[in-house]
């Protein structure tokens, strides 16, 4: 508005008016400058000579080009010719030299005035901006190549621990139960294969999404809460036995969704075993899982009767990644962190809502 007022005004004024407007030019934060078409400066106010240290005197004792940074003195001369020929230049950036060396990142806006063969311009100084883009770009890049090198070590972990899941279950399937005529320990047995069955699989599931390039690339499709409910319970059988795990389920609203089967598994399976990792003491964990669909909105109620915990001190980070709340040794304050990624980043959502030995509800939304 300072640069189009001056234009209007540059073509109508008196010597009187030019008296009037010296203050706006004197006293503006921006850089406002006059230059001829013989590539020199006019006139340039003080905030354009305080920040390249130049006196005005020296700022117009040397062609233009001269304060330009080398790189950039090519491209500024290109849109410095179409000035020339009547065409205004509007959102472009350059390099300046200061007078004690240092660059600046300023961003023009140029208009010219042919019959004059003047040419007036304001300048804004974005060099924070630009070391902020900078800094942006760096991070981007160091976080991509953390990414590409946990993706590395995802396949590498998940591809190297099937050979010995697989040494297991052989040794397992070595043993005739015939053999053995302690029940008890020909149960153990076949949890330990059941177990082990389970894991292989979700490795398997891991190997192949480690190949993808983007995870998200993994196709939807209708899965069944039911069916992924009973694969996960039998994939952690022995720790739900083993806790006293008892389930109250009703799919009866909503069969399903449209979701990637391996992230539902993740779901289902870091919540029920927080449920069991943070029961109450001396309280079997009771599960219940519900689901509906109302007016269109698909939804999913999960809670439990464990120790739950004050949603006023730690609500808000209940979701975050390294969050632990109980001081449990198996925590790693990764399992919530891992459920709220895989609904959300398919468009879904999760809330939660806890009271400290009355349990928590976690309400998931889908899309």
Request: aromatic share 8%.
């Amino acid at each position: 508005m300072v640069l189009l007022l001056t234009l209007w005004i540059a073509k109508r004024m008196t010597k009187q008016m030019y008296l009037q407007l010296e203050p706006l030019f004197e006293q503006s934060m921006d850089c406002l400058c006059i230059a001829n078409y013989d590539g020199y400066f006019v006139k340039t106010n003080p905030a354009f000579v305080k920040l390249l240290g130049y006196s005005e005197e020296e700022l117009r004792s040397k062609l233009i080009s001269e304060f330009i940074y080398e790189e950039d003195r090519k491209l500024t001369a290109a849109h410095r010719e179409k000035l020339k020929k009547n065409v205004p230049l509007i959102n472009f950036e350059n390099r300046y030299v200061c007078k004690n060396g240092e660059l600046v990142w300023l961003h023009w806006t140029s208009i010219p005035m042919e019959k004059e063969q003047l040419i007036y311009a304001i300048a804004k100084d974005v060099t924070y901006k630009k070391e902020l883009e900078s800094e942006r770009i760096s991070r981007l890049s160091q976080l991509s190549e953390v990414n590409e090198k946990l993706k590395r070590l995802n396949y590498t972990t998940s591809h190297d621990l099937r050979s010995p899941l697989n040494n297991l279950i052989s040794m397992v399937d070595l043993i005739d139960p015939s053999k053995i005529e302690d029940a008890e320990t020909v149960e153990i047995l076949s949890f330990i294969r059941l177990s082990a069955e389970g894991l292989k699989a979700s490795l398997n599931l891991l190997v192949d999404a480690s190949k993808q390039n983007n995870i998200l690339a993994e196709k939807q499709e209708m899965i069944g809460f039911n069916a992924i409910l009973l694969k996960v319970q039998k994939a952690i059988g022995t720790l739900i036995q083993n806790a006293g795990t008892k389930f109250e389920v009703d799919f009866s609203a909503l069969e399903g969704v449209e979701f990637i089967p391996s992230y539902m598994e993740s779901v289902f399976l870091n919540l029920i075993t927080n449920s069991i990792k943070y029961a109450r003491p001396g309280v079997p964990p009771i599960v219940s899982i519900k689901s509906s669909c109302i007016d269109g909105v698909k939804t999913l109620v999960y809670s439990d009767n464990g120790m739950g915990f004050d949603m006023d001190k730690v609500g808000h980070l209940v979701f975050s990644l390294n969050q632990k709340f109980h001081g449990n040794k198996d925590s790693k304050g990764v399992g919530l962190y891992l459920v709220h990624s895989h609904i959300t980043c398919l468009g879904g959502s999760i809330t939660v809502d806890s009271r400290v030995n009355e349990g928590t509800t976690f309400t998931i939304g889908f899309k």
